[in-house]
């Protein structure tokens, strides 16, 4: 399979697909800061992997690749991070409203630019370390909506809860930092 790890740095979900999966045809990790990327080239040569490394604004990936060229995505897009508050509870102080829906923006836009280079029947996994709704049901609901060709994949999983779409971790369960996902399929016309 080819796989896009479309918000990559510093690694951590890179290395750990290419572990898991060591005979993937390819993995493409792209990041929009060179310095973060150097931190994914770090972990690959840490253990001793090898992934496809592009520093480019996610948003703009129809200047390297060709419409429907992944069989995966990955997409763990930038937040409010509010699901890691008790590690960072500067989080609190720093973080606005108009922060959140400016988030909210982004990561439609990112998923929406993102979605073309997935192939039909291609499975897309949207990804935050949020707990908030606008930027985790309400960015897919209106994604859903709006996409003729996307439909949720239900996950089905033994921790975090169900929500309207995806499922959501909230802070301290199982121990666990809040985290939320949803997994998309591109249905074939």
């Given at each position: ?5 479309a918000c990559a740095a510093p690694g951590g979900k890179t290395t ?23 931190k994914v080239k770090a972990n690959l040569d840490r253990l001793h ?85 606008e930027e985790n049901t309400q960015v897919l609901e209106k994604f ?46």
């Amino acid at each position: 399979q080819n796989v896009l790890d479309a918000c990559a740095a510093p690694g951590g979900k890179t290395t750990h697909m290419l572990e898991i999966e060591p005979n993937l045809k390819q993995l493409v990790a792209v990041d929009h800061d060179q310095k973060r990327l150097e931190k994914v080239k770090a972990n690959l040569d840490r253990l001793h992997l090898k992934a496809e490394l592009l520093c480019e604004d996610v948003k703009k990936l129809h200047h390297h690749f060709d419409i429907a060229s992944f069989d995966r995505i990955l997409l763990d897009v930038p937040c409010s991070a509010t699901g890691v508050i008790r590690r960072n509870p500067d989080i609190k102080l720093l973080r606005t409203e108009a922060d959140i829906l400016n988030l909210a923006q982004e990561q439609y836009q990112i998923l929406k630019s993102t979605w073309p280079f997935l192939k039909p029947n291609g499975i897309l996994l949207y990804v935050t370390c949020s707990i908030l709704p606008e930027e985790n049901t309400q960015v897919l609901e209106k994604f859903l909506q709006e996409t003729s060709d996307a439909k949720e994949f239900i996950i089905e999983a033994d921790f975090g809860r169900p929500m309207k779409i995806g499922r959501q971790i909230l802070p301290g369960e199982s121990n666990m930092d809040g985290f939320y996902f949803a997994r998309l399929v591109k249905k074939r016309f």
